[in-house]
């Protein structure tokens, strides 16, 4: 039962699309939202294996400010489910420790472990708050480190490898984008969605259609159609092979930017220059994940393992190193029953960030061969937690790049979308042409489940504003 014609399509139902959808339908808008996939939800997203065994790909950890963002732009329900991870364990060669992930413990930490004077880590922790889009975007990340703590890798290790981790980000980039995710982090510890990214996606999809959002799923939209620099419709290809056409002035494209501007509209509907800019947007890193279920009724150790585990036994920490394949670190999401209540399981994901290169360049055989390895690899250091892991497990398998490229069109399996320099050109894309926006992984700061739901506040804003003034 669709319409031939909307006020708007959005492109993709990540978080960002899914919640532009939400405040635009909610606002009165006749709104289409069109995914690729059989599912809704991109990265936040779970898969099911027999059993009754379920992986969350991304429920990792996010911070406090997603408890706002869902209370008012979903709804109460959905924000009271979200509940704080209270062991956060850090393990290498520089350093052992457990802490909530807020100021005031890492504050203590800094303090009485590491020897920082107490003032230094205060002006710290403010200029890291005071950071806003409007900053000097040239001083790094490594520079800012070296202004309050020079020498000392393992305080860079201990402040920068969990956000190196949450988006990909380097000491090589602009300082404010770590400023900006570190503060939120900081401002009260790291949080989960109790019940599993299922849950949310469920309520989350029954909201958008009380909104009275239409929902077409395994439709990827393969042409945005535009005319005289207007948007004037999409073209729909269903996975079935069905071929259908919408009409609207407004697109709000969800997917990734490149593959917005170059796939689904053609570089000759751009200006050279922009065209030009865009081109030169670097695509972030992506992942390899191993996904681990336990036996029924095999209980982790809490006390050992804790909800979140950075280990790596590389003596320094190198933030570019962290996506080499041959790397140590690995970050550990353990899952306890309480997650997932009515449940009896325990699960581990083990994430690494990685490039897509590395593995899309390997024949079949190697490519399996590879994911074996990584699997047999990520076991071993998982021993040290979890001594007898590998008799108690009930499935097991890997994801890699290639993986997250095919599920979400992201160029490259890009987990965090673009670099800094993305968001630029994803918010002039109206200015090139007509009823075009975007939302979604772009920049550091607008990445992460965090990032992308505030984004599609932003972007849903700009659409509004747009559709009231042209009627
Ligand atoms: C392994 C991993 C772990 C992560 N862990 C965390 C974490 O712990 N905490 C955190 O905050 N963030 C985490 N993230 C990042 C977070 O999941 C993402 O930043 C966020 O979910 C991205 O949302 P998005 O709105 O940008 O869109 P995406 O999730 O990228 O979704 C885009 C959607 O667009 C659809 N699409 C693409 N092209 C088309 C097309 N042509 N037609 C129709 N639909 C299309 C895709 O199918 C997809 O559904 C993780 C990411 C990965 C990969």
Redesign the pocket.
């Known amino acids: 039962m669709f319409k031939d014609t909307y006020d708007v399509v959005v ?8 919640t532009a959808a939400n405040i635009l339908g909610r606002s009165g808008h006749e709104v289409l939202l ?4 059989h599912q ?6 779970t898969f099911k294996r027999r059993d009754g065994i379920i992986f969350d ?6 911070p406090v400010g997603m408890i706002k963002s869902c209370r008012r732009y979903w709804n109460q329900d959905i924000a009271d489910r979200i509940v704080q991870l209270r062991k956060i364990r850090f393990d290498n060669p520089q350093f052992q420790l457990e802490t909530t992930f807020d100021r005031e413990d890492f504050t203590n930490i800094l303090v009485d472990k590491f020897g920082i004077a107490r003032e230094t880590v205060a002006a710290f922790f403010n200029k890291a708050r005071e950071m806003s889009h409007y900053d000097d975007q040239a001083l790094t990340a490594r520079e800012l480190f070296d202004e309050f703590f020079p020498n000392r890798l393992d305080v860079v290790r201990l402040l920068m490898e969990p956000i190196t981790y ?2 990909g980000s380097t000491l090589d980039d602009p300082a404010l984008t770590y400023g900006i995710v570190f503060s939120n982090f900081m401002s009260k510890g790291v949080y989960t969605f109790r019940g599993g990214t299922d849950l949310l996606i469920e309520l989350m999809t029954e909201e958008l259609r009380k909104n009275g959002v239409d929902i077409l799923k395994g ?4 042409k945005i159609l535009v005319e005289g620099g207007n948007v004037v419709g999409v073209k ?1 290809k269903k996975v079935d092979g069905t071929e259908l056409e919408f009409r609207t002035k407004t697109v709000l494209s ?3 930017l490149k ?1 917005t501007i170059f ?2 509209v053609g570089q000759e509907f751009f200006s050279k220059q922009f065209a030009e800019k865009a081109k030169a947007v670097r695509l972030n890193n ?2 390899t ?1 191993v996904y681990i279920a336990m036996k029924h009724g095999f209980m982790i150790d809490e006390d050992k393992c804790g909800d979140l585990l950075f280990t790596s036994t590389e003596q320094l920490f190198d933030s570019a190193k962290l996506l080499d394949k041959k790397i140590t670190s690995r970050t550990f ?1 353990f899952y306890y029953p309480r997650t997932r209540p009515n449940t009896d399981r325990c699960y581990v994901v083990s ?1 690494t960030n990685a490039h897509y290169e590395d593995w899309d360049n390997l024949e079949e055989r190697d490519y399996k061969q590879h994911k074996e390895n990584l699997i047999a690899d990520t076991l071993d250091i998982l021993a040290k937690y979890i001594p007898n892991v590998k008799d108690n497990i009930d499935w097991l398998e890997a ?1 890699t790049p290639k993986t ?1 490229a095919r ?4 160029w490259n399996g890009a ?3 673009t670099k800094y320099e993305g968001l630029a050109v994803s918010r002039e894309l109206n200015n090139e042409i007509n009823g075009l926006f975007h ?3 772009v920049g550091i700061i ?7 739901v505030n ?2 506040v932003i972007a849903a804003n700009d659409v509004d504003a747009a559709l009231l003034k042209r009627n």
């Open positions: 492109i993709g139902s990540g978080l960002a699309g899914m069109v995914e690729g996939h809704l939800g991109g990265l936040a997203t790909v991304s429920l990792h950890g996010f949450a988006n439709s990827p939209v393969r729909v969800n997917a990734n593959a796939n689904m992506s992942s994940q999401s994430s994801a997250f599920y979400t069109e992201h987990s965090f979308g939302a979604g992984s607008m990445s992460g489940w965090l990032g992308a984004y599609g």
